[in-house]
């Protein structure tokens, strides 16, 4: 059974930064992407950073300067982070884990339609 579990969240001022950690297991994809997406309040969810099972890393394009998506595996578990850098108040929003199966042949990308699960969620609010 496939679970992801976010933490990190919270709130903190424009100009902070903020961690946001996810705990994931149980999926037996060789080739898998694994990131983060977020939905913005009235917003459709969207891609911010992924990776995949060779560390190779895509982020949105206009957050890319301010993101580092990470991973770090211990006895088949995957530990997927998000440093965020100089929050801004738009960046408000719940962040969501999420992993899904890399096809053979193509990079992952940010779309949430590849996405095989998701975590439940975790809120970050950037107050001006």
């Known amino acids: 059974q496939v679970q992801l579990m976010e933490s990190g969240g919270g709130s903190v001022q424009a100009g902070g930064s903020l961690r946001i950690t996810c705990e994931a297991s149980?999926?037996?994809?060789?080739?898998?992407?694994l990131g983060w997406f977020r939905q913005l309040p009235g917003k459709e969810r969207e891609g911010v950073a992924v990776i995949d099972e060779g560390n190779r890393a895509v982020y949105q394009e206009s957050l890319k300067v301010r993101l580092t998506i990470s991973v770090a595996k211990d006895n088949g578990k995957n530990r997927l982070y998000l440093q965020m850098n100089n929050l801004k108040p738009e960046d408000t929003a719940e962040y969501y884990c999420?992993?899904?199966?890399?096809?053979?042949?193509?990079?992952?990308?940010?779309?949430?339609?590849?996405?095989?699960?998701w975590g439940q969620g975790t809120q970050v609010t950037v107050s001006s």
């Open positions: 149980g999926y037996s994809y060789s080739r898998y992407c």
């Open positions: 999420a992993v899904g199966q890399r096809e053979l042949g193509y990079y992952c990308g940010l779309s949430p339609a590849n996405v095989g699960h």
